[in-house]
Protein backbone atom coordinates (compact mmCIF):
# COMPACT_ATOMS: atom_id res chain seq x y z
CA UNK A 1 0.00 0.00 0.00
CA UNK A 2 2.47 2.17 0.99
CA UNK A 3 4.40 1.88 -2.67
CA UNK A 4 1.21 2.18 -4.26
CA UNK A 5 0.51 5.60 -2.53
CA UNK A 6 4.45 6.81 -3.57
CA UNK A 7 3.18 6.25 -7.18
CA UNK A 8 -0.03 8.15 -7.07
CA UNK A 9 2.16 10.99 -5.04
CA UNK A 10 4.39 11.22 -7.92
CA UNK A 11 2.25 11.00 -10.58
CA UNK A 12 -1.28 12.60 -9.06
CA UNK A 13 -0.44 15.03 -6.53
CA UNK A 14 2.39 16.93 -8.87
CA UNK A 15 1.93 20.14 -7.97
CA UNK A 16 -0.41 22.14 -10.40
CA UNK A 17 -1.41 19.22 -11.94
CA UNK A 18 -5.09 18.05 -12.22
CA UNK A 19 -5.01 14.26 -11.62
CA UNK A 20 -8.01 11.35 -11.32
CA UNK A 21 -6.40 7.93 -10.14
CA UNK A 22 -8.80 4.80 -11.60
CA UNK A 23 -8.01 1.85 -9.73
CA UNK A 24 -8.32 -1.92 -11.59
CA UNK A 25 -9.46 -4.20 -8.83
CA UNK A 26 -10.13 -7.81 -9.97
CA UNK A 27 -13.38 -8.63 -11.79
CA UNK A 28 -14.42 -4.84 -11.75
CA UNK A 29 -12.81 -0.99 -11.97
CA UNK A 30 -13.29 1.13 -9.53
CA UNK A 31 -12.60 4.67 -9.44
CA UNK A 32 -12.32 8.05 -7.04
CA UNK A 33 -11.59 11.56 -7.28
CA UNK A 34 -7.92 12.44 -6.19
CA UNK A 35 -7.45 16.36 -4.90
CA UNK A 36 -7.07 18.63 -7.82
CA UNK A 37 -5.45 22.04 -7.89
CA UNK A 38 -8.02 24.71 -9.02
CA UNK A 39 -5.08 26.23 -11.38
CA UNK A 40 -3.74 23.42 -12.81
CA UNK A 41 -3.07 22.41 -16.38
CA UNK A 42 -4.98 20.04 -18.09
CA UNK A 43 -5.34 16.31 -16.26
CA UNK A 44 -3.41 13.33 -16.55
CA UNK A 45 -5.21 9.57 -15.70
CA UNK A 46 -2.86 6.87 -13.20
CA UNK A 47 -4.39 3.41 -13.32
CA UNK A 48 -2.58 0.64 -11.17
CA UNK A 49 -3.82 -2.51 -9.58
CA UNK A 50 -3.65 -3.44 -6.59
CA UNK A 51 -5.62 -5.82 -4.70
CA UNK A 52 -5.21 -4.44 -1.93
CA UNK A 53 -7.52 -1.17 -2.49
CA UNK A 54 -10.67 -3.82 -2.83
CA UNK A 55 -11.26 -3.48 0.77
CA UNK A 56 -11.25 -0.02 1.02
CA UNK A 57 -13.26 1.46 -2.85
CA UNK A 58 -16.75 0.08 -3.06
CA UNK A 59 -17.92 -0.96 -5.81
CA UNK A 60 -20.59 1.83 -5.71
CA UNK A 61 -17.28 3.83 -7.62
CA UNK A 62 -18.35 4.32 -10.76
CA UNK A 63 -15.21 4.52 -14.22
CA UNK A 64 -14.22 7.52 -14.43
CA UNK A 65 -15.74 9.83 -16.87
CA UNK A 66 -13.96 10.48 -19.63
CA UNK A 67 -15.52 13.62 -20.67
CA UNK A 68 -15.44 15.36 -16.74
CA UNK A 69 -12.85 13.65 -15.74
CA UNK A 70 -14.78 13.44 -12.32
CA UNK A 71 -15.95 9.93 -11.53
CA UNK A 72 -19.77 9.00 -11.49
CA UNK A 73 -19.90 8.59 -7.61
CA UNK A 74 -18.51 12.11 -7.42
CA UNK A 75 -20.90 14.29 -9.30
CA UNK A 76 -23.87 12.11 -8.05
CA UNK A 77 -25.66 13.45 -5.17
CA UNK A 78 -28.27 12.19 -2.45
CA UNK A 79 -31.59 12.54 -3.65
CA UNK A 80 -31.86 13.88 0.23
CA UNK A 81 -29.07 17.02 -0.60
CA UNK A 82 -29.60 19.50 -3.30
CA UNK A 83 -26.55 19.70 -5.88
CA UNK A 84 -26.66 23.38 -5.94
CA UNK A 85 -26.06 23.04 -2.04
CA UNK A 86 -23.34 21.09 -2.36
CA UNK A 87 -21.74 23.18 -5.30
CA UNK A 88 -22.27 26.30 -3.16
CA UNK A 89 -20.76 24.47 0.11
CA UNK A 90 -17.52 23.79 -2.05
CA UNK A 91 -17.29 27.31 -3.61
CA UNK A 92 -17.47 28.94 -0.02
CA UNK A 93 -14.74 26.74 1.33
CA UNK A 94 -12.73 27.23 -1.43
CA UNK A 95 -13.11 31.21 -1.26
CA UNK A 96 -12.46 30.71 2.32
CA UNK A 97 -9.02 28.87 1.43
CA UNK A 98 -7.93 31.13 -0.68
CA UNK A 99 -8.70 33.91 1.55
CA UNK A 100 -6.95 32.82 4.41
CA UNK A 101 -7.29 28.71 4.99
CA UNK A 102 -5.68 28.56 7.84
CA UNK A 103 -7.98 31.10 9.97
CA UNK A 104 -11.51 29.83 8.41
CA UNK A 105 -9.94 26.08 9.65
CA UNK A 106 -9.09 27.40 13.20
CA UNK A 107 -10.87 30.25 13.60
CA UNK A 108 -10.06 31.34 16.83
CA UNK A 109 -6.62 32.72 15.96
CA UNK A 110 -6.32 35.41 12.80
CA UNK A 111 -2.92 34.50 11.96
CA UNK A 112 -0.93 31.20 12.56
CA UNK A 113 2.23 30.15 10.79
CA UNK A 114 2.69 26.82 9.71
CA UNK A 115 4.43 25.53 12.55
CA UNK A 116 1.80 26.58 14.59
CA UNK A 117 -1.10 25.38 13.10
CA UNK A 118 0.20 21.42 12.82
CA UNK A 119 1.56 22.37 16.35
CA UNK A 120 -2.34 23.20 17.16
CA UNK A 121 -3.16 20.02 15.27
CA UNK A 122 -1.08 18.19 17.37
CA UNK A 123 -2.55 19.46 20.60
CA UNK A 124 -5.98 18.71 19.86
CA UNK A 125 -5.92 15.62 19.33
CA UNK A 126 -3.66 14.89 22.50
CA UNK A 127 -6.26 16.78 24.24
CA UNK A 128 -9.94 16.28 22.24
CA UNK A 129 -8.75 12.71 20.85
CA UNK A 130 -7.35 10.66 23.25
CA UNK A 131 -8.97 11.20 26.62
CA UNK A 132 -11.83 10.14 25.29
CA UNK A 133 -10.65 6.95 23.33
CA UNK A 134 -8.89 6.20 26.87
CA UNK A 135 -12.48 6.78 28.83
CA UNK A 136 -14.30 4.60 26.53
CA UNK A 137 -11.44 1.68 26.68
CA UNK A 138 -10.60 2.55 22.73
CA UNK A 139 -7.64 1.63 20.63
CA UNK A 140 -5.74 5.25 19.51
CA UNK A 141 -4.45 3.34 16.45
CA UNK A 142 -4.91 0.85 14.18
CA UNK A 143 -4.74 0.14 10.43
CA UNK A 144 -6.98 2.50 8.55
CA UNK A 145 -8.28 5.73 9.61
CA UNK A 146 -10.96 8.14 7.65
CA UNK A 147 -10.85 11.87 8.59
CA UNK A 148 -14.17 13.45 7.32
CA UNK A 149 -13.72 17.26 6.84
CA UNK A 150 -9.68 17.65 6.85
CA UNK A 151 -9.10 20.92 5.24
CA UNK A 152 -5.54 21.77 5.43
CA UNK A 153 -4.60 18.92 7.36
CA UNK A 154 -4.50 20.22 10.65
CA UNK A 155 -4.82 17.29 12.62
CA UNK A 156 -4.34 14.82 9.46
CA UNK A 157 0.02 14.64 10.54
CA UNK A 158 -1.35 13.64 14.20
CA UNK A 159 -3.91 10.24 12.42
CA UNK A 160 -0.77 9.80 10.28
CA UNK A 161 1.90 9.12 12.81
CA UNK A 162 -0.69 6.57 14.54
CA UNK A 163 -2.53 4.93 11.72
CA UNK A 164 -0.81 2.92 8.71
CA UNK A 165 -3.05 4.42 5.94
CA UNK A 166 -4.88 7.61 6.21
CA UNK A 167 -7.69 8.41 4.02
CA UNK A 168 -8.52 12.38 4.02
CA UNK A 169 -11.59 14.16 2.61
CA UNK A 170 -12.51 17.19 2.02
CA UNK A 171 -14.73 19.15 -0.43
CA UNK A 172 -12.63 21.68 -1.07
CA UNK A 173 -9.60 21.75 -3.79
CA UNK A 174 -8.02 24.92 -2.77
CA UNK A 175 -7.54 23.22 0.88
CA UNK A 176 -7.32 19.70 -0.55
CA UNK A 177 -4.41 21.53 -2.56
CA UNK A 178 -2.83 23.17 0.65
CA UNK A 179 -2.71 20.11 2.84
CA UNK A 180 -1.02 17.90 0.29
CA UNK A 181 1.70 20.52 -0.42
CA UNK A 182 2.45 20.52 3.82
CA UNK A 183 2.26 17.12 4.10
CA UNK A 184 4.91 15.64 1.09
CA UNK A 185 6.75 14.22 3.99
CA UNK A 186 3.67 11.66 4.97
CA UNK A 187 3.18 8.75 2.06
CA UNK A 188 0.40 7.13 3.74
CA UNK A 189 -2.12 9.84 3.58
CA UNK A 190 -4.80 9.87 0.71
CA UNK A 191 -5.88 12.98 0.05
CA UNK A 192 -9.69 12.40 -1.47
CA UNK A 193 -12.09 15.24 -3.37
CA UNK A 194 -15.26 14.86 -1.12
CA UNK A 195 -18.82 15.14 -3.22
CA UNK A 196 -20.01 17.10 -0.14
CA UNK A 197 -22.96 14.47 0.19
CA UNK A 198 -21.50 11.05 1.31
CA UNK A 199 -18.97 8.71 1.01
CA UNK A 200 -19.69 6.42 -1.48
CA UNK A 201 -16.21 5.45 -2.61
CA UNK A 202 -15.47 4.04 0.60
CA UNK A 203 -16.19 0.31 1.21
CA UNK A 204 -18.29 -0.16 3.59
CA UNK A 205 -16.85 -2.27 6.92
CA UNK A 206 -13.54 -1.12 5.71
CA UNK A 207 -12.44 1.79 8.65
CA UNK A 208 -10.84 0.77 11.86
CA UNK A 209 -11.82 4.39 12.84
CA UNK A 210 -13.67 7.38 11.85
CA UNK A 211 -13.52 11.25 13.13
CA UNK A 212 -14.25 14.37 11.98
CA UNK A 213 -13.93 17.72 14.19
CA UNK A 214 -15.19 21.21 12.98
CA UNK A 215 -17.25 19.75 9.98
CA UNK A 216 -20.74 18.86 10.63
CA UNK A 217 -21.37 21.91 12.58
CA UNK A 218 -20.79 24.05 9.15
CA UNK A 219 -23.33 21.60 6.86
CA UNK A 220 -26.32 24.07 6.16
CA UNK A 221 -29.01 20.83 6.99
CA UNK A 222 -29.60 18.52 9.56
CA UNK A 223 -30.66 15.85 7.02
CA UNK A 224 -27.03 16.29 5.35
CA UNK A 225 -25.19 15.82 9.04
CA UNK A 226 -27.08 12.98 9.48
CA UNK A 227 -26.41 11.30 6.66
CA UNK A 228 -22.87 11.72 6.65
CA UNK A 229 -23.10 10.25 10.63
CA UNK A 230 -24.87 7.27 8.94
CA UNK A 231 -21.93 6.82 6.14
CA UNK A 232 -18.99 7.06 8.58
CA UNK A 233 -20.69 4.41 10.47
CA UNK A 234 -21.52 2.37 7.19
CA UNK A 235 -17.72 2.57 6.29
CA UNK A 236 -16.65 1.32 10.14
CA UNK A 237 -15.74 -1.88 10.73
CA UNK A 238 -17.60 -3.66 12.88
CA UNK A 239 -15.73 -3.07 16.39
CA UNK A 240 -14.52 0.20 14.62
CA UNK A 241 -14.46 3.28 16.91
CA UNK A 242 -15.64 6.75 15.86
CA UNK A 243 -15.69 10.17 17.33
CA UNK A 244 -17.24 13.04 15.92
CA UNK A 245 -17.98 16.67 17.02
CA UNK A 246 -21.38 18.37 15.87
CA UNK A 247 -23.41 21.60 16.72
CA UNK A 248 -25.75 20.24 19.48
CA UNK A 249 -26.52 24.28 20.63
CA UNK A 250 -30.01 24.91 19.93
CA UNK A 251 -30.53 28.01 21.68
CA UNK A 252 -28.96 31.44 20.24
CA UNK A 253 -25.48 32.65 20.99
CA UNK A 254 -26.07 35.98 19.68
CA UNK A 255 -28.05 39.61 20.66
CA UNK A 256 -30.80 40.02 18.05
CA UNK A 257 -28.77 42.27 15.97
CA UNK A 258 -26.32 39.96 15.09
CA UNK A 259 -29.15 37.44 14.41
CA UNK A 260 -31.11 39.49 12.09
CA UNK A 261 -27.62 40.93 10.53
CA UNK A 262 -27.08 37.00 9.99
CA UNK A 263 -30.54 35.74 9.04
CA UNK A 264 -30.58 38.46 6.63
CA UNK A 265 -27.15 37.29 4.51
CA UNK A 266 -28.20 33.70 5.40
CA UNK A 267 -31.40 34.30 3.74
CA UNK A 268 -30.05 35.84 0.13
CA UNK A 269 -27.01 32.89 0.25
CA UNK A 270 -30.31 30.25 0.51
CA UNK A 271 -31.47 32.36 -2.49
CA UNK A 272 -28.13 31.41 -4.61
CA UNK A 273 -27.49 35.21 -4.24
CA UNK A 274 -24.26 34.62 -2.91
CA UNK A 275 -22.66 37.91 -4.24
CA UNK A 276 -25.13 40.06 -2.47
CA UNK A 277 -25.10 37.82 0.32
CA UNK A 278 -21.43 38.74 0.95
CA UNK A 279 -21.83 42.71 0.13
CA UNK A 280 -24.85 42.96 2.39
CA UNK A 281 -22.35 41.00 4.93
CA UNK A 282 -19.58 43.59 4.50
CA UNK A 283 -22.12 46.53 5.22
CA UNK A 284 -23.13 45.33 8.29
CA UNK A 285 -19.11 45.15 9.19
CA UNK A 286 -19.13 41.71 9.27
CA UNK A 287 -16.92 38.90 7.52
CA UNK A 288 -17.73 38.36 3.96
CA UNK A 289 -16.05 34.88 3.59
CA UNK A 290 -18.51 33.81 6.54
CA UNK A 291 -22.07 34.91 5.46
CA UNK A 292 -24.54 31.83 4.20
CA UNK A 293 -25.28 28.67 5.99
CA UNK A 294 -22.51 26.54 5.00
CA UNK A 295 -20.76 28.20 7.98
CA UNK A 296 -24.02 28.88 10.24
CA UNK A 297 -24.92 25.38 9.87
CA UNK A 298 -27.90 23.24 10.92
CA UNK A 299 -28.05 22.54 14.86
CA UNK A 300 -28.80 18.89 15.99
CA UNK A 301 -30.27 17.72 19.57
CA UNK A 302 -28.26 15.16 20.93
CA UNK A 303 -31.41 12.94 20.81
CA UNK A 304 -31.19 13.06 16.96
CA UNK A 305 -27.51 11.96 17.02
CA UNK A 306 -27.99 8.86 19.09
CA UNK A 307 -30.92 7.38 17.20
CA UNK A 308 -28.82 8.14 13.96
CA UNK A 309 -25.92 6.54 15.33
CA UNK A 310 -28.64 3.47 16.60
CA UNK A 311 -29.62 3.05 13.68
CA UNK A 312 -26.56 2.94 11.63
CA UNK A 313 -25.69 -0.16 13.70
CA UNK A 314 -23.21 2.05 16.13
CA UNK A 315 -23.56 2.38 19.83
CA UNK A 316 -22.77 5.41 21.84
CA UNK A 317 -20.38 5.38 24.37
CA UNK A 318 -20.20 9.06 25.13
CA UNK A 319 -21.97 12.24 24.85
CA UNK A 320 -19.98 15.26 25.52
CA UNK A 321 -21.25 18.86 25.61
CA UNK A 322 -24.55 17.97 23.72
CA UNK A 323 -26.55 21.02 24.77
CA UNK A 324 -23.58 22.82 23.58
CA UNK A 325 -21.90 23.99 19.99
CA UNK A 326 -19.15 22.25 20.85
CA UNK A 327 -20.50 18.42 21.37
CA UNK A 328 -18.81 15.29 20.81
CA UNK A 329 -20.46 11.59 20.12
CA UNK A 330 -17.79 8.62 20.43
CA UNK A 331 -18.52 5.35 20.28
CA UNK A 332 -18.85 1.60 17.99
CA UNK A 333 -19.62 0.18 15.78
CA UNK A 334 -21.85 -2.90 16.68
CA UNK A 335 -20.11 -6.56 16.10
CA UNK A 336 -21.85 -8.47 13.42
CA UNK A 337 -25.42 -10.59 15.24
CA UNK A 338 -24.53 -8.06 18.18
Known sequence: ??????????????????????????????????????????????????????????????????????????????????????????????????????????????????????????????????????????????????????????MTASFAKRFEHVYAFDLSREMLSRARQMHTAQKNILWLLSNGADLSCVASDSMDFVFSYLVLQHLPE????????????????????????????????????????WGVTDALWAARLGMLSRTVATAFGLDPALAGKSWRGASIASGSISECVLASGGVVREIIGGNTPMAWCCGIRRQLGG
Open 1 to 154: MRDTLATVSHIAFAPRAYATAALAVPMRTLSFQLAQDSSAVPEQSAVMTSSRYAKMIDKRAQATDSVSGLGAWQRKVSNDVAPSVTKIMSRDWDARARKNAFHYIASWRKEWDLESFLASGEEDFERLVIPVLMRCNLPVAGRCMLELGCGAGR
Open 222 to 261: EALALQYIREMLRALRPGGVFLFQFNGGLEPTMNWRGRLA
